[in-house]
């Protein structure tokens, strides 16, 4: 078999760097002129992705390893759109509020998608577009915020280990543990590794 050399993800999860406008949270917001960031510069900073069978869920042997790998015991579905959450726009503003978390952030679309923008290191907005099919995995002590897009519905999985703690903490929290090893981790390490490409 032939391979196009084109990462499956991408059809269902893209990121881009975002403009300062302060239009419509839900537009994408591209660059002017567009400025893509791949998976792999994710990856970089943390976070973790993968496209699954959104319509076999309940029985998709991938979804089953990567929980028992990452030990998901916790599961739920969330479906964000004015008919469905209770204190719509409320839940929307505090979602878009940026914030970060003791514990990893899981969410898998399975019908609908969504906006997760989250900081490079240097402080840059990067959106994160999840489609139907994509799983994302935001690290835990990363600033990030959520809002719909224009078809304004996502119904998501939820995922944690052991009972869930949805707590977000609002930035400023530079001092949670969470947050200093991410720093330590991510953002740090590249730091290190760029100087010592210099020095070669």
Not at 87 to 92: A, L, Q, R
Not at 170 to 188: C, G, S
Request: contains cysteine; aromatic residues 12%; negative net charge.
């Amino acid at each position: 078999m032939v391979s196009s050399g084109k990462d499956p993800r991408e059809e269902v999860i893209q990121a881009w760097y975002m403009d300062d406008s302060n239009e419509d949270q839900r537009l994408p917001h591209h660059k002017e002129p567009k400025e893509f960031v791949s998976l792999d510069k994710l990856g970089e900073l943390g976070v973790l992705s993968w496209r699954l069978d959104a319509d076999n869920y309940e029985t998709d042997p991938e979804l089953k390893k990567i929980r028992e790998e990452r030990g998901y015991s916790y599961m739920d579905v969330c479906e964000v759109c004015p008919e469905k959450l209770p204190n719509y726009e409320e839940k929307i503003k505090s979602f878009f509020e940026e914030h970060l978390h003791t514990d990893e952030e899981i969410r898998y679309s399975v019908a609908g998608s969504g906006y997760f923008d989250v900081r490079d290191r240097d402080e840059a907005w990067i959106r994160v577009w999840v489609k139907k099919g994509g799983l994302i995995i935001l690290p835990a002590g990363m600033y990030h915020r959520f809002t719909l897009d224009e078809n304004n519905y996502i119904k998501a999985l939820r995922f944690f280990v052991g009972e869930p703690v949805w707590t977000p903490y609002n930035r400023p929290h530079d001092h949670l543990p969470a947050r200093e090893q991410y720093i330590k981790t991510f953002v740090e390490k590249e730091v290190a590794n760029n100087a010592v490409d210099a020095a070669a």
